[in-house]
């Protein structure tokens, strides 16, 4: 279904007010949080900026990529900050070539590095720390913005990228342009711009988009084409995953990080988790609160090993079973299967935003009483009892690894037809012990209530 049949969708895709209007919104929203974090209280608690960033927006996030695809990054504040830092003093230099090459590596590793930061300093309980993260990374936004043309930042260097395209492509939702009718196109009005709209801001020509993993759906290839050879249509969940062109190692290694980091914030909202912490630091030497840092940074590292080492194995068994182990054999195979990982990360990332959502949120209006001097008697957090909430959260995991391993299969069918069943056996393994492992957490934290 192209949702660009739709006369009044089309309409306001083409408006000028698309995505500025959104923009708007979203900037002063954010200008408002940042206000709160640097300027109100301190507790994460009493903090409306706090309370709405980590309990409303971050939970919510995953899902909307899901949903609406990138569409999350054309109406983003930072967006808007590019664009304007670039109208006023851009300097337009090219992308460098190490950028270009690297840059899915370096968001994974400051995808990790966030992370790492969130625990080790207690970002998300802490409004300063919170806030002087938003200003340097608003500091990076407007040099980049200063100096590169187009939105370098976002494609090259948001951290978000690192979950937000994987999530995309595990969506319902998809940009893509009818080849036969961009052919003789004489201007190339997507790629370069028209006087209706400036270029791609991510450097995408229209009939090359294969995948949902870059694209912003900031529509203004809409405005541009001419032809309406653009199309956004509604499809079926992950099918994208299936059959990906051209399987990327980076999107594998990024699904199985992923993967790993949910399960270490599962973990961390357990009861043993202090005895794990005191457990490592003894392991390694180390007092476990003076160097928590060093200590979590270990547990971090391991958490996101397992995933990716199981991967590793999990694509040698494959290949053996296949009858072929090779470098480039087990490289393709882990990068194919990798694909297969996406579906039940995206599941334990959903879960456990879910979970914040529906036991914390309710503290965003108390958190702006508290702001006001105003301190309510009734301040429950949770929207429902916590062990129903856990119960949503198995379903959500269900569901991702039922949609994981039909995935593994299909891939499977395609990267050894001869042996489908052979190579996706080891994978099966790999997510059905991956699904063991979120859903022991999630029970061990039913037993605490």
């Excluded at 690297?102 to 590095?113: C, E, K, Q, R």
């Excluded at 969506?171 to 028209?194: K, M, N, S």
């Excluded at 995206?346 to 702001?371: C, E, I, N, Q, Y």
Aim: aromatic fraction near 14%; charge should be positive.
């Amino acid at each position: 279904m192209n949702l660009l049949a739709i006369p009044w969708i089309k309409a306001v895709l083409r408006s000028r007010l698309y995505p500025v209007a959104f923009q708007w919104i979203t900037t002063t929203v954010f200008v408002m949080l940042l206000i709160s974090m640097l300027f109100g209280p301190n507790n994460a608690g009493q903090n409306f900026g706090m309370a709405l960033t980590w309990t409303v927006w971050w939970p919510l996030l995953p899902l909307s990529f899901v949903l609406f695809g990138r569409f999350w990054c054309a109406i983003c504040p930072f967006a808007w900050v590019t664009d304007w830092v670039q109208k006023a003093v851009g300097v337009r230099l090219s992308v460098p070539l190490m950028l270009r090459r690297y840059s899915p590596w370096m968001i994974a590793g400051t995808f990790v590095l966030v992370t790492y930061l969130d625990e080790a300093w207690q970002f998300n309980s802490d409004a300063r720390k919170t806030g002087y993260l938003l200003l340097a990374v608003l500091a990076a936004v407007s040099f980049f913005g200063a100096f590169f043309e187009q939105r370098t930042f976002c494609r090259y260097v948001c951290f978000i990228g690192a979950f937000a395209a994987n999530y995309s492509r595990a969506g319902i939702l998809e940009l893509r342009a009818a080849a036969d009718r961009c052919r003789d196109c004489p201007t190339q009005g997507c790629y370069r711009g028209t006087r209706y709209a400036s270029g791609c801001p991510i450097f995408l020509y229209a009939p090359n988009v294969d995948d949902s993993g870059t694209c912003e759906l900031c529509a203004n290839c809409v405005k541009n084409c001419q032809r309406d050879a653009i199309r956004i249509s509604i499809r079926k969940p992950a099918a994208e995953l299936w059959s990906i062109r051209q399987p990327q190692l980076v999107d594998a290694v990024l699904a199985t990080i992923v993967a790993g980091v949910v399960l270490i914030e599962q973990v961390e909202m357990l009861s043993g988790w202090n005895h794990l912490i005191v457990a490592t630091g003894t392991m390694l030497h180390l007092d476990p609160y003076v160097s928590f840092p060093l200590v979590y940074g270990a547990l971090l590292a391991m958490f996101i090993a397992v995933p990716l080492l199981g991967l590793v194995l999990a694509s040698f068994g494959s290949q053996a079973l296949s009858g072929s182990v090779s470098v480039a054999a087990l490289r393709q195979n882990f990068s194919f299967f990798g694909y297969a990982v996406i579906p039940l990360a995206l599941a334990g990332h959903l879960a456990h935003g879910f979970d914040r959502l529906l036991t914390w949120s309710r503290t965003v209006p108390f958190a702006l009483a508290a702001m006001a001097g105003w301190f309510p008697g009734d301040t429950r957090a949770a929207w429902l009892p916590r062990p129903a909430v856990l119960w949503i959260e198995v379903a959500i995991l269900a569901l991702g690894a039922a949609v994981s391993l039909y995935v593994g299969f299909r891939l499977a069918q395609r990267h050894a037809r001869r042996a489908a069943w052979a190579a996706y056996a080891p994978h099966c393994l790999l997510l059905l012990f991956l699904l063991a492992a979120n859903l022991y957490i999630v029970v061990a934290m039913m037993r605490q209530f």
